[in-house]
């Protein structure tokens, strides 16, 4: 396992660290004081594991602004990991987004992943604020000239949800990467195939960034298939089949999704995969018994 980074280090300088795999945990401000609780419950367990890194999200439409700024600060101030803030270009105007990457800066949070973000809710279509930007691609760009930032972007495995080819989706990704990304965190995905192809195609067309395997353990079968319906990500028969059985026993859903997790997450690292990002939903159990297995 690697050893926990020093919070002033950037994520392009723990990628790859030692020639080891890159593991990293994602977090999200909560919305409730218990939310609050369990949160800083899970990032004690999971702190115990030193993580390359970390990260927290960013509310749709800016709606944890403040809290994603505040938190990801407290994460390297208190606890002396590298961590990173995901910014959005939602609901914002680039002037707005220059004054969030300057409160990032001021406080010491030199990573960032820049992302166009979802639609608010109620809405089917992305439509950019008037002064602010369209595509990721611009704002990696605009985060790049504000400040010395290490820049994260998203890639995804089985395609974009709204893109029509996957050739265009990789063409979308490199433009992010040549405005200014440094690395590449996926999403969510279950069939490593799809990955392998997805990376084999990307440095074919010349992307030479680490792309690390965004996962997320299974634990409430329900939840899950609410997840994949959104970000387009598909289950594999064999897990659908082991899932479904278990689809009403809490218990024997998360071991099933444990047990899957550990097998991806050991496939990938034979192949030579340049880090797992977890998907932790603030809980720890799940990954941290994941962790141990796959690094013991």
């Known amino acids: ?13 723990v990628l790859g660290h030692g020639g080891k795999p890159a593991v990293s945990f994602e977090f999200f401000p909560p919305k409730t004081e218990s939310g609050w609780a369990q949160l800083y419950s899970a990032i004690g367990e999971l702190h115990a594991i ?25 994460i390297q101030r208190e606890l002396g990991l590298c961590a990173m803030a995901h910014l959005t270009c939602v609901g914002h105007t680039a002037d707005e987004l220059g004054g969030i990457l300057d409160d ?20 089917t279509d992305f439509k950019p604020t008037d002064g602010g930007f369209a595509h990721a691609d611009e704002l990696v760009a605009f985060a790049r000239g504000r400040h010395d930032f290490c820049i994260g972007v998203a890639g995804y495995p089985e395609g974009h949800p709204q893109c029509l080819n996957k050739t265009r989706d990789l063409e979308h990704l490199k433009r992010k990467l040549d405005n ?38 299974v634990t409430n079968v329900t939840q899950i298939k609410r997840f994949i319906s959104m970000c387009g990500a598909k289950i594999p028969h064999p897990l659908l089949l082991k899932l479904e059985a278990v689809e009403h026993d809490p218990a ?17 690292l ?23 297995e796959v690094f013991k």
């Open 50 to 74: 030193k993580p390359s890194y970390v990260s927290v999200t960013y509310g749709a439409g800016g709606s944890t602004r403040a809290k994603t700024v505040d938190l990801v600060a407290r």
């Open 180 to 217: 200014g990304g440094h690395f590449v965190v996926t999403q969510l995905f279950f069939d490593n195939d799809e990955f392998y192809r997805f990376r084999d195609a990307a440095r074919k067309m010349g992307i030479t960034a680490p792309i690390v395997a965004g996962i997320m353990p």
């Open 252 to 268: 024997g859903a998360a071991r099933a999704g444990i047990a899957y997790a550990i097998d991806q997450c050991r496939d990938l």
């Open 270 to 292: 034979n192949h030579g995969v340049d880090g797992l990002h977890f998907y932790t939903l603030n809980k720890s159990t799940a990954t941290v018994q994941i962790c141990r």
């Open 104 to 123: 990032l800066w001021q406080q010491g949070v030199q990573n960032v992943l820049a992302l166009r973000g979802d639609p608010p809710a109620g809405q």
């Open 1 to 13: 396992m690697n050893q926990s980074p020093t919070s002033s280090r950037r994520i392009d300088e």
